[in-house]
């Protein structure tokens, strides 16, 4: 069984600012990583199958597929979970997403879908509160 996690993306604007922002911190490594205090108890079902949505403004837009999920010690945090993720960001259908703390579990069935093609690059580019009137309107 695969299971995602989703996490808000703080201080994040984009899915173009949090690419640059990821470049940055990554450096030479192949892999991004991301540091959470609590280790998931399910993680057998989300390495190497699962991913992490990323809630941007208020809507999901972006997913990056999880490799590893490893306990860690942080100097002055003490222990925590890194969470490895290849630096591929694939678009999604943007879905409004209510803040939380901290990150969930995000079942396949309510994950949103990939964006396709390249009305998909064109569409992830779009805001997100345009795309959800559209679709109101069933223009989408």
Do not use: F, N, T, W
């Given at each position: 069984m695969t299971l995602n996690l989703?996490?808000?993306?703080?201080g994040i604007d984009s899915i173009e600012h949090?690419?640059?922002?990821?470049?940055?911190?990554?450096g030479r490594r192949k892999v991004n990583y991301h540091y959470t205090r609590q280790m998931p108890q399910r993680g057998e079902e989300i390495v190497g199958r699962?991913?992490?949505y990323w809630v941007?403004?208020?809507f999901i837009r972006v997913r990056q597929p999880i490799l590893a999920l490893d306990i860690v010690h942080l100097e002055e945090e003490g222990?925590?979970?890194?969470?490895s993720l290849d630096p591929a960001l694939v678009a999604v259908e943007p879905t409004p997403f209510r803040a939380f703390q901290g990150w969930?579990?995000?079942?396949?069935?309510?994950?949103?879908?990939?964006l396709k093609g390249g009305g998909?690059?064109?569409?992830?580019?779009?805001?997100?509160?345009?795309?959800?009137?559209?679709?109101?309107?069933?223009?989408?």
């Open positions: 989703i996490k808000l993306c703080v949090l690419q640059k922002v990821q470049k940055q911190r990554r699962g991913s992490i941007i403004k208020g222990r925590h979970c890194r969470i969930r579990y995000l079942e396949p069935k309510d994950a949103p879908p990939d998909g690059k064109a569409r992830a580019a779009m805001p997100p509160e345009l795309i959800a009137e559209l679709k109101q309107l069933g223009l989408l």
